[in-house]
């Protein structure tokens, strides 16, 4: 018999290892899409509202181990006890949105038909969940990762298998166990490993929805174009923030801070490169460095006393270092920060000035607490700076005229802009959450999108009229009630004098006919 393989679990604030998990292989991937395959069907049958029930279950549960759940994520983060309560809290506030509202967002739907002569039909779309659906999350948000697209699969009707980053697997497995100890169907299960247990997962499910890099977003397109699976990919970033002169620089100022350094910059809508415009530039720094100067970066117990924690890995360490490095050596000064600590995989707040794109650090995606920031001429500059790149996840803008952000929001290359905040589209389940560009394919969230997207839909037509023994298009060809069938078609459809050419229907289809 083959030996199990094992994977260690570390906390990088500490180096501590603080568990291990097994590595699926390619054969108990497949048996467990079997498996849940085996329960899926029940669970679609019990309908949104059955599924309501369970979901809201977890919610509870979710609710009950929430410190419980803290202390896990932050075994295998590193992260600040505040920022550990936060993955609960969301996957909370999530199961609470799609469990009330999914029966109505998968209800059937009943179009009007595009012409008089089809109101002979009832027209029905219904929304049926792909069997399974495979997740494969990062390791920045363990536990609120894996939730963004459980729970809304969950709630279409799939049943989902969950491969969790090898880095950070312990919370995943905790959700896992919540789903069993509450006694729910057997529809949710997670399988640990790495590479090669998420591609056997993208071999076996029907449909997958991947967050990670855009190197292995690519990797996982093309594996489901062989199979033509569909898939869902939240990929990359590296997101803009524009500060214009009229803005209200002390608001900037901590708004940019968090959105570049909350979760130690390692949050896929991270601010990774600011464009602030000339007159208030040095105003903007002088306010910025300040302030991320006061933070305090260190490893957390149960009560509160940090604000930055560590980077996830060693891996995610170098990365940050070495682009803040490359800055460095092409002139670029930190004015905070700039270095690695002592212990774990901490990098210190950064603030980089005197930067261009000729610096990794502002044009590559660095998923660490650093903010570049440079001066530009105006919002010209700095819209076109800020399109200036593969990616096109998210962006903010910083002005007092609401009108002209909303106007310079409509020019940037972005999957969602939030004027004078960061973040705030990712606690909007109503809006679609998508990267353009290389930041990804498809999206989450969106209201009744987010639920849909799990879903195939299935086109019904039911006669409201009693049924004849043929209709008029059938064999053999009646070439007389087929001209006016084609001329009430055209009468209905077309424009102008053209619309009411009946003879021309009657000499395309042989005259008189039969």
């Known amino acids: 018999m083959p030996v199990e393989t094992f994977i260690e679990v570390r906390n990088p604030a500490t180096g501590a290892v603080t568990g291990q998990v097994p590595a699926a292989t390619a054969d108990e991937v497949a048996a467990k899409v079997a498996e849940l395959r085996l329960y899926q069907a029940e669970w679609e049958a019990i309908g949104a509202e059955g599924r309501k029930r369970w979901l809201l279950t977890l919610q509870d549960w979710l609710i009950d181990n929430t410190d419980r759940i803290a202390d896990i994520v932050q075994s295998e983060t590193g992260k600040p006890r505040v920022d550990a309560l936060i993955d609960a809290s969301f996957a909370v506030d999530l199961l609470g949105y799609y469990a009330r509202r999914a029966g109505g967002f998968l209800a059937d739907e009943h179009p009007s038909p595009h012409s008089p002569l089809a109101r002979v039909k009832r027209l029905t779309t219904v929304y049926r969940p792909y069997p399974v659906v495979g997740v494969i999350t990062p390791w920045n948000f363990p536990l609120a990762m894996p939730a963004l697209d459980v729970v809304p699969a969950l709630a279409a009707g799939a049943a989902v298998l969950l491969k969790p980053s090898e880095v950070t697997p312990l919370s995943a497995l905790e ?50 174009a062989r199979r033509l699976l569909p898939y869902s990919l939240e990929l990359g ?109 901490f ?134 009630k087929l001209a006016l069938a084609m001329a009430a078609m055209r009468a209905a459809g077309a424009r102008g004098l053209r619309r009411i050419g009946v003879r021309d229907v009657f000499d395309t289809v042989g005259g008189k006919g039969k």
Not at 409 to 437: C, E, H, K, T, Y
Not at 439 to 461: D, F, L, N
Request: hydrophobic share 40%; proline share 4%; glycine share 10%.
């Open 175 to 224: 959700l896992a166990r919540g789903w069993a100890e509450i006694g729910a169907p057997p529809v949710f299960a997670v399988l640990t490993g790495a590479a090669e247990t998420g591609a056997a997962v993208v071999d076996s499910v029907d449909y997958v929805q991947f967050t990670g890099s855009t190197r292995t977003g690519r990797a996982i397109a093309t594996a489901c």
């Open 237 to 345: 970033g590296k997101d803009p923030a524009i500060v214009l002169a009229d803005a209200d620089l002390d608001r900037a100022a901590y708004g940019i801070a968090f959105g570049g350094l909350f979760n130690a910059g390692q949050v896929c809508i991270s601010v990774e490169r600011v464009y602030v415009e000339a007159p208030v530039y040095d105003e903007f720094v002088a306010k910025l460095t300040a302030h991320v100067r006061e933070l305090r970066q260190g490893a957390d117990g149960r009560e509160s006393r940090y604000d930055v924690g560590a980077l996830a890995n060693e891996a995610q360490r170098r990365i940050v270092s070495d682009h803040v490095e490359d800055a460095l050596a092409k002139g670029a000064r930190a004015l905070t920060g700039g270095r690695s600590t002592e212990v774990g995989t």
């Open 347 to 480: 990098y210190e707040p950064t603030v980089l000035v005197d930067v261009d794109h000729g610096m990794s650090c502002m044009t590559e995606e660095t998923f660490g607490p650093t903010l570049p920031v440079m001066k530009v001429a105006d919002e010209t500059e700095a819209v076109a700076l800020a399109n200036d790149s593969i990616y096109g996840l998210s962006a903010s803008v910083w002005t007092g005229d609401r009108a002209r952000g909303e106007r310079i929001a409509r020019q940037l290359n972005a999957g969602a802009v939030n004027i004078n905040d960061v973040f705030a589209n990712l606690f909007s389940f109503a809006l679609p959450m998508g990267g353009w560009q290389q930041s990804g394919i498809g999206a989450r969230w969106g209201g009744a999108a987010g639920v849909r997207k799990y879903c195939r839909q299935q086109a019904i037509t039911t006669p409201i009229l009693p049924t004849q023994r043929k209709e008029l298009f059938w064999f053999p060809y009646n070439t007389t």
